[in-house]
């Protein structure tokens, strides 16, 4: 047995990829744990390692909620797109699939109204990071100092990221 797996929900041992993808979004925590490494037990949910390559091992926290949808942390400050990101998925991946066209319009909006939220809510995490990052650059640039290679990339990635929230928060 994979040892990924091993503290895994019984569900997920031994599950191969191609069964999952058959099932693709209809049990999200399964989706997610059999794309994450080093998955074990923790408290009400999961550790596993961020997919982004940090050197601390398990700073991924996975937990489900009630009604399906997972929530992620990565204690290494990653923001939930980063994740999803580096596991090659979409903020859509961590709510269960369902049958939208069998929904009440009140339902459909309400499926609709949590999607935006939990967007805005990401979008709301990333920004003080990456504003933090503008602003060092910005007195480091005030003082002339030369800004390094990483510097002016990591720059740019905030410039990125801080477009990207912009287009959550405006709707676009």
């Known amino acids: 047995m994979d040892p990924r797996y ?3 929900p019984d569900g997920n041992r031994g599950t191969s990829k191609t069964n ?3 099932n693709y979004s209809l ?3 399964n989706t997610l744990l059999e ?3 080093n998955v074990r037990v923790s408290g009400k949910g999961y550790r596993a390692d961020c997919p982004n390559g940090h050197r601390s091992r398990g700073s991924l926290s996975i937990k489900e909620l009630d009604e399906g949808s997972v929530l992620l942390h990565c204690h290494s400050g990653c923001s939930c797109l980063d994740v999803l990101h580096g596991l090659g998925l979409e903020m859509k991946d961590l709510f269960p699939m369902q049958d939208y066209h069998r929904m ?3 339902e459909q909006q309400e499926i609709r109204n949590k999607s935006h939220q939990s967007g805005w809510k990401t979008a ?3 920004l003080p990071l990456e504003i933090a990052i503008v ?3 910005a007195v480091q640039l005030a003082k002339g100092e030369p800004m390094s290679q990483a510097d002016h990339q990591r720059l740019e990635l905030a410039g990125v990221r801080v477009n990207s929230a912009k287009a959550v928060l405006c709707g676009h």
């Open 27 to 29: 049990n999200p925590l």
């Open 124 to 126: 709301l995490e990333l």
């Open 6 to 8: 091993e503290n895994a």
């Open 135 to 137: 602003e060092c650059a």
């Open 35 to 37: 794309r994450v490494e």
């Open 20 to 22: 999952l993808q058959t």
């Open 104 to 106: 009440t319009p009140s």
